[in-house]
């Protein structure tokens, strides 16, 4: 009596506990490494959650499986309170519900093989959305899975993270097809084995190809380990100017041409005289050129500036600002109309944006700089890149991640752009990751979480742009395109059953 209890309320509630099951698939995918197989079966709960439910019941099935996988991936996201938390969680899981809103009108079971493009067309452009304007946030996508299987990311050199995107979601749908309808063609399954074996050929030939040739730099990545979370406590200004200075005399034993420090390493502002002293003198005696992240001021806007300094026997004049600022992070919206919102912010005031991403010309050669967030983003480290980095630097304070494995997906962003642009990053964090990157996403030197220490390594300065570079999001607006035309073609079905009624998936 029990069981069969049980198994009617397993049959009446499958749609949901399938949902939830692939959200925790998803979940788990991120970030541990060898967990990015995963994410090649994690939708596959979701696309069974989605035979015959109607357009609500889709909607609904996608929420339940966005809520779950954002609601463990952004976990971290509590400290700043649990109401942050649960609006981000909800907008994320939003997108999730809209794919699965549209997968009922272009499933392979409605619109044929076509459904086999257009299904991974709409992941593909929903995560591009989630790029763009003030609130982007890319946080949890497909790409980041892959970041450690270097085979398959080294598609992101021709289509950006997109091409990630689409071939496992492609999987996904091809696996499920196979599972719930297997009287269908073998076609879709071995054209989709076909293209995963073509992209791992072209993985395979980009690891072992020989390095393009190019003047050797060496640089050195001094990290702090100081946890100063969400606010400094006192003194924290002398003990990190003393570690700092500390650790940079250290990395230049081995006489790099640069030293990179964190961000705001010294949370203060550095265009004062005085701190134009101490840091001309520290970059003196240490025969090196320093890179340092603190607060850059600007009297006149009344507001500090996160920023990236040059120094030399001097601070140059050259000043990188963060364009992209984390919301409530670094600025409040409508913090002015809005005024129970300053209760969620970081900070009593708005740190500055920048206006441009401009390059510093550093003894390493030009870089292009992202000041942590700002590494999500693929447009920004493309077009530095088009613009004439031949290096790229990200710059964080992770302190506020604590031990949780945020630190670690966040360092797969890196990885990922990096790959993308061919070149190498040099990646300082206030608490760790640091690490050294080559252009195939290898991290060549690395420091651990809350260590104390230095990195030190030899790069190669490029000049050559990758076809994504030139090229940019091609791939994801032929996704737009498509899924236009998936659209399009669905609208010429007749309809089976009515609007409310149910539709089948796959």
Same mark, same amino acid.
């Given at each position: 009596?029990? *069981?069969?209890?049980?198994?009617?309320?397993?049959?009446?509630?499958?749609?949901?506990?399938?949902?939830?099951?692939?959200?925790?698939?998803?979940?788990?995918? =991120?970030?541990?490494?060898?967990?990015?197989?995963?994410?090649?079966?994690?939708?596959?709960?979701?696309?069974?959650? =989605?035979?015959?439910?109607?357009?609500?019941?889709?909607?609904?099935?996608?929420?339940?499986?966005?809520?779950?996988?954002?609601?463990? %991936?952004?976990?971290?996201?509590?400290?700043?309170?649990?109401?942050?938390?649960?609006?981000?969680?909800?907008?994320?899981?939003?997108?999730?519900?809209?794919?699965?809103?549209?997968?009922?009108?272009?499933?392979?079971?409605?619109?044929?093989?076509?459904?086999?493009?257009?299904?991974?067309?709409?992941?593909?452009?929903?995560?591009?959305?989630?790029?763009?304007?003030?609130?982007?946030?890319?946080?949890?996508?497909?790409?980041?899975?892959?970041? %450690?299987?270097?085979?398959?990311?080294?598609?992101?050199?021709?289509?950006?993270?997109?091409?990630?995107?689409? =071939?496992?979601?492609?999987?996904?749908?091809?696996?499920?097809? /196979?599972?719930?309808?297997?009287?269908?063609?073998?076609?879709?399954?071995?054209?989709?084995?076909?293209?995963?074996?073509?992209?791992?050929?072209?993985?395979?030939?980009?690891?072992?190809?020989?390095?393009?040739?190019?003047?050797?730099?060496?640089?050195?990545?001094?990290?702090?380990? *100081?946890?100063?979370?969400?606010?400094?406590?006192?003194?924290?200004?002398?003990?990190?100017?003393?570690?700092?200075?500390?650790?940079?005399?250290?990395?230049?034993?081995?006489?790099?041409?640069?030293?990179?420090?964190?961000?705001?390493?010294?949370?203060?502002?550095?265009?004062?005289?005085?701190?134009?002293?101490?840091?001309?003198?520290?970059?003196?005696?240490?025969?090196?050129? *320093? *890179?340092?992240?603190?607060?850059?001021?600007?009297?006149?806007?009344?507001?500090?500036?996160?920023?990236?300094?040059?120094?030399?026997?001097?601070?140059?004049?050259?000043?990188?600002?963060?364009?992209?600022?984390?919301?409530?992070?670094?600025?409040?919206?409508?913090?002015?109309?809005?005024?129970?919102?300053?209760?969620?912010?970081?900070?009593?005031?708005?740190?500055?944006?920048?206006?441009?991403?401009?390059?510093?010309?550093?003894?390493?050669?030009?870089?292009?700089?992202?000041?942590?967030?700002?590494?999500?983003?693929? /447009?920004?480290?493309?077009?530095?890149?088009?613009?004439?980095?031949?290096?790229?630097?990200?710059?964080?304070?992770?302190?506020?991640?604590?031990?949780?494995?945020? #630190?670690?997906?966040?360092?797969?962003?890196?990885?990922?752009?990096?790959?993308?642009?061919?070149?190498?990053?040099?990646? /300082?964090?206030?608490?760790?990751?640091?690490?050294?990157?080559?252009?195939?996403?290898?991290?060549?030197?690395?420091?651990?979480?809350?260590?104390?220490?230095?990195?030190?390594?030899?790069?190669?300065?490029?000049?050559?742009?990758?076809?994504?570079?030139?090229?940019?999001?091609?791939?994801?607006? #032929?996704?737009?395109?498509?899924?236009?035309?998936?659209?399009?073609?669905?609208?010429?079905?007749?309809?089976?059953?009515?609007?409310?009624?149910?539709?089948?998936?796959?």
């Amino acid at each position: 009596m029990s *069981l069969n209890i049980n198994y009617s309320v397993i049959r009446r509630f499958r749609h949901v506990l399938l949902a939830i099951a692939s959200g925790l698939v998803l979940a788990f995918a =991120l970030p541990r490494p060898g967990h990015w197989l995963l994410a090649w079966i994690g939708l596959i709960p979701l696309f069974a959650a =989605l035979r015959n439910v109607n357009i609500r019941g889709a909607l609904l099935c996608g929420l339940i499986t966005g809520l779950t996988y954002f609601g463990i %991936d952004l976990y971290w996201i509590t400290i700043f309170g649990h109401l942050p938390w649960m609006v981000l969680c909800l907008y994320q899981a939003l997108y999730v519900a809209v794919f699965a809103g549209l997968y009922l009108r272009l499933s392979p079971g409605r619109i044929g093989w076509m459904g086999y493009v257009a299904v991974p067309a709409v992941w593909v452009v929903l995560q591009f959305v989630r790029t763009l304007g003030a609130y982007g946030f890319t946080w949890g996508s497909f790409a980041h899975t892959q970041a %450690d299987n270097l085979v398959i990311a080294q598609i992101a050199t021709i289509t950006g993270p997109w091409g990630i995107d689409f =071939l496992v979601c492609l999987a996904n749908l091809v696996l499920a097809t /196979a599972i719930f309808a297997p009287r269908r063609k073998i076609a879709p399954v071995a054209v989709t084995g076909l293209l995963t074996v073509a992209v791992c050929v072209f993985g395979v030939m980009a690891l072992s190809a020989k390095p393009a040739p190019g003047q050797e730099k060496h640089v050195a990545i001094v990290q702090g380990g *100081l946890s100063n979370g969400l606010k400094a406590p006192p003194n924290y200004i002398r003990r990190a100017w003393d570690t700092y200075s500390r650790l940079t005399m250290q990395a230049a034993v081995g006489n790099p041409d640069d030293i990179l420090w964190p961000e705001t390493s010294l949370p203060v502002d550095l265009s004062t005289p005085t701190w134009d002293m101490l840091l001309g003198r520290l970059a003196t005696a240490a025969h090196s050129e *320093l *890179l340092v992240g603190g607060y850059d001021m600007d009297a006149q806007a009344g507001g500090n500036y996160n920023s990236l300094f040059r120094c030399n026997a001097h601070i140059e004049d050259e000043v990188y600002h963060k364009v992209q600022l984390v919301p409530f992070g670094e600025f409040v919206p409508l913090r002015d109309r809005l005024p129970f919102l300053n209760d969620y912010g970081v900070r009593p005031e708005d740190v500055l944006p920048g206006t441009d991403h401009i390059l510093l010309n550093s003894r390493i050669g030009r870089a292009g700089t992202s000041v942590c967030f700002e590494s999500l983003f693929p /447009a920004i480290a493309r077009t530095e890149t088009l613009r004439g980095a031949q290096v790229l630097l990200v710059i964080t304070n992770d302190s506020w991640f604590g031990h949780s494995q945020a #630190a670690r997906e966040h360092l797969l962003m890196a990885k990922l752009r990096a790959i993308e642009n061919r070149r190498y990053v040099l990646r /300082a964090a206030e608490t760790g990751i640091s690490a050294v990157i080559d252009p195939l996403g290898r991290v060549r030197h690395q420091l651990g979480l809350f260590q104390q220490g230095t990195i030190s390594g030899t790069i190669v300065p490029s000049t050559r742009l990758s076809f994504y570079t030139a090229c940019g999001d091609w791939f994801a607006y #032929a996704s737009i395109v498509i899924t236009v035309l998936g659209l399009a073609l669905s609208a010429r079905k007749p309809k089976a059953e009515s609007h409310a009624g149910p539709r089948r998936g796959i």
